[in-house]
């Protein structure tokens, strides 16, 4: 589902590089172009459906914004990356980054995950930036963990090494879910019989909402209205409808214990940080739900999980500021 912001162009001062940074979802596509200052400006969201591929959505952007023709760009996308082809898991794009390339004229292309670019903005977000969910404090030259539900569910991380981190690139979103209670249990077996496969984005995302809501109603056997998940969370926040009040309370709740999952995989004390187009736009709801308990809720290593933060990243572009964090520190 659409959570990502209406088109918006950001005007700055630095003088404007030949640059360009993007962001691409299964959803929406945003670009901007680079400052000498490394901030990206003209921001500016398309909707991936109007636009055959990213190379035409492209074009669209710079048809619509001023500035010097660009001879490189940096562009995380929701997606593995694998070689040159690139065929697009939430989104029907099929493309060739090469071809891409020629075609735009560009001396350098760059794809990264989307989260790879999340985690390399980490270091350049300031206090106003992101907001802590519950306790704990983060221990230096230690491992960060980055999750976040939007179309689907991304996840990455950085790693210490040598003074310095590493960004990590994986696809965790496709990890099993896991449920910790009775009625969770009795949900992903209600959509074991929809999925051959439960991922944890099967439940954590604007597509796994819609799930959780149908799943959630079958097993309490109640009559429930096809809702999207923009509507789903908007009960929800109102408190107008039991049943979508429950379904994003479990699905905070879920997302609780994937972040702690990822968070003792990494043995990640450098602190917890959830991104994405969704959970920012749940507000006060979010931090008053299941999450930072659940996130807590590991037995043994529940004292462990204690002493990790969690933060809700709140930037409203971070995967853009990684974007140029990665073109400005790799040639």
Same mark, same amino acid.
Not at 28 to 37: H, I, Q, S, T
Not at 189 to 205: C, I, N
Not at 230 to 240: E, K, L, N, S
């Given at each position: 589902?659409?959570?990502?912001?209406?088109?918006?162009?950001?005007?700055?001062?630095?003088?404007?590089t030949?640059?360009?940074?993007?962001?691409?979802?299964g959803?929406?596509?945003?670009?901007?172009?680079?400052?000498?200052?490394?901030?990206?400006q003209?921001?500016?969201?398309?909707?991936?459906?109007?636009?055959?591929?990213?190379?035409?959505?492209?074009?669209?952007?710079?048809?619509?914004?001023?500035?010097?023709?660009?001879?490189a760009a940096?562009?995380?996308i929701a997606?593995p990356?694998?070689?040159?082809?690139?065929?697009?898991?939430?989104?029907s794009?099929?493309?060739?980054?090469?071809?891409?390339?020629?075609?735009?004229?560009? /001396?350098?292309?760059?794809?990264?995950?989307?989260?790879?670019?999340?985690?390399?903005?980490?270091?350049?977000?300031?206090?106003?930036?992101?907001?802590q969910? %519950?306790g704990?404090?983060?221990?230096?030259?230690?491992?960060?963990?980055?999750?976040?539900?939007?179309?689907?569910?991304?996840?990455?991380?950085?790693?210490?090494?040598?003074?310095?981190?590493?960004?990590?690139?994986?696809?965790?979103?496709?990890?099993?879910?896991?449920?910790?209670?009775?009625?969770?249990?009795?949900?992903i077996?209600?959509?074991?019989?929809?999925?051959?496969?439960?991922?944890? #984005?099967?439940?954590?995302?604007g597509?796994?909402?819609?799930?959780?809501?149908?799943?959630?109603?079958?097993?309490? %056997?109640?009559?429930?209205?096809?809702?999207?998940a923009?509507?789903?969370?908007?009960?929800?926040?109102? %408190?107008?409808d039991?049943?979508?009040?429950?379904?994003?309370?479990?699905?905070c709740?879920l997302?609780?214990?994937?972040?702690?999952?990822l968070?003792?995989?990494?043995?990640?004390?450098?602190g917890?940080?959830?991104g %994405?187009?969704?959970?920012?736009?749940?507000?006060?709801?979010?931090?008053?739900?299941?999450?930072?308990?659940?996130? #807590?809720?590991?037995?043994?290593?529940?004292?462990?999980?204690?002493?990790?933060?969690?933060?809700?990243? /709140?930037?409203?572009y971070?995967?853009?500021?990684?974007?140029?964090a990665?073109?400005?520190t790799?040639?």
């Open positions: 589902m659409p959570y990502d912001t209406d088109a918006d162009i950001d005007s700055g001062t630095s003088p404007l030949t640059s360009i940074v993007g962001d691409i979802g959803t929406n596509a945003r670009f901007a172009r680079l400052a000498a200052d490394g901030s990206p003209q921001i500016l969201t398309l909707p991936g459906a109007d636009y055959a591929g990213p190379a035409e959505a492209l074009q669209a952007y710079l048809s619509q914004t001023q500035g010097p023709a660009p001879t940096a562009i995380g997606n990356l694998n070689g040159d082809h690139v065929q697009m898991t939430n989104h794009w099929s493309f060739s980054i090469e071809a891409m390339r020629q075609k735009l004229g560009l /001396t350098r292309l760059q794809f990264l995950n989307d989260f790879t670019a999340l985690a390399l903005s980490l270091s350049r977000l300031g206090d106003g930036d992101r907001r969910i %519950g704990g404090s983060a221990s230096q030259n230690y491992a960060i963990g980055v999750i976040g539900p939007g179309t689907g569910l991304g996840v990455s991380g950085l790693l210490p090494a040598a003074g310095a981190y590493v960004p990590i690139e994986g696809e965790g979103g496709h990890v099993t879910l896991a449920g910790q209670n009775e009625e969770e249990l009795a949900v077996a209600a959509l074991a019989r929809v999925f051959p496969h439960v991922s944890a #984005e099967r439940a954590l995302s597509p796994g909402i819609e799930n959780l809501h149908r799943a959630l109603a079958l097993v309490r %056997g109640v009559s429930a209205a096809e809702l999207d923009r509507q789903i969370t908007a009960h929800a926040m109102q %408190g107008d039991a049943l979508c009040v429950d379904v994003i309370s479990m699905f709740a997302l609780g214990t994937q972040a702690a999952n968070a003792l995989t990494l043995g990640a004390r450098g917890i940080y959830i %994405g187009g969704i959970v920012p736009q749940l507000g006060e709801f979010f931090a008053r739900s299941p999450f930072r308990q659940r996130f #807590e809720t590991k037995g043994r290593f529940s004292g462990y999980l204690s002493g990790i933060p969690t933060w809700l990243i /709140t930037a409203p971070p995967a853009l500021i990684g974007a140029a990665f073109l400005q790799t040639r």
